[in-house]
């Protein structure tokens, strides 16, 4: 079974700055997927950016982007240039390499991110 | 941009009664999934659904619950009686797989309050 661990209940960051956010994971798998998800106060959930376990280059989308250190088992967000609409909570997701995109998706706990003016 | 939408966004039931949650997913998406956050906590899978049957279920997903796709477009979960804490936001979830990397977009959710 797969655990995903955010160790940071709640962040803050002030508007224009940079802020990472921490997650690991265990796993016995090899090939896996990796998320970040986001969480406004409308409560919808919004994929933010993946990264596959069998690249070595971090993934990045704009603003966000991701160090993933597979031997560490690491997989942290970097937001920057923060935005008072990236204040939300973030999830870090896990899911396995299957024959489809069939498979689950892990969750960790969450971190809420509060952006200051 | 196609979208995954849940109805209703609230429901407020008493303890005991039968709650079906509606999903209507992504048109061309062959994977769907419920999905629970109880308030304040993460985000828990529930069950698993492909061709017409569950693919994979949690230990929450137990006989009071089930889920059925009763025509080419609806999803739905059903919970059959009702408890406390069944309370909760559901979330469903569609993917497709066309080799690219994997997506699941969700839906906004359902506020189920059980009193």
């Known amino acids: 079974a797969q655990t995903v661990t955010q160790s940071q209940p709640e962040m803050s960051v002030q508007e224009a700055e940079t802020v990472t956010l921490s997650c690991t994971y265990d796993?016995?798998?090899?090939?896996?997927?990796l998320f970040w998800y986001k969480q406004p106060p409308s409560r919808q959930m919004i994929l933010v950016i993946r990264?596959?376990?069998?690249?070595?280059q971090n993934a990045t989308e704009n603003r966000f982007s991701v160090n993933f250190q597979k031997a560490a088992k690491s997989f942290s967000l970097k937001i920057s240039d923060s935005q008072l609409g990236d204040t939300a909570m973030y999830f870090c997701?896990?899911?396995?390499?299957?024959?489809?995109?069939?498979?689950?998706?892990?969750f960790g706990t969450g971190t809420r991110l509060a952006v200051r003016p | 941009e196609p979208e995954v939408t849940q109805t209703p966004s609230h429901q407020v039931t008493q303890m005991g009664q039968e709650v079906i949650l509606r999903c209507v997913p992504i048109?061309?998406?062959?994977?769907f999934y419920w999905y629970r956050q109880i308030l304040g906590q993460k985000v828990e899978f529930l069950v698993s659904?492909?061709?017409?049957?569950?693919?994979?279920k949690s230990e929450i997903f137990d006989d009071q619950f089930s889920v059925e796709r009763p025509d080419g477009s609806n999803f739905t979960l059903k919970i059959r009686s009702t408890k406390l804490e069944d309370s909760a936001m559901y979330f469903c979830?569609?993917?497709?797989?066309?080799?690219?990397?994997?997506?699941?977009?969700f839906g906004q959710g359902t506020r189920l309050t059980v009193v």
């Open positions: 048109s061309n998406h062959l994977y």
């Open positions: 979830a569609s993917s497709e797989w066309t080799g690219r990397l994997p997506e699941a977009f």
């Open positions: 796993t016995s798998e090899n090939n896996y997927y």
């Open positions: 659904f492909y061709n017409n049957e569950i693919s994979e």
């Open positions: 997701a896990f899911m396995k390499w299957g024959k489809s995109s069939g498979d689950k998706l892990t």
């Open positions: 990264q596959e376990a069998y690249k070595q």
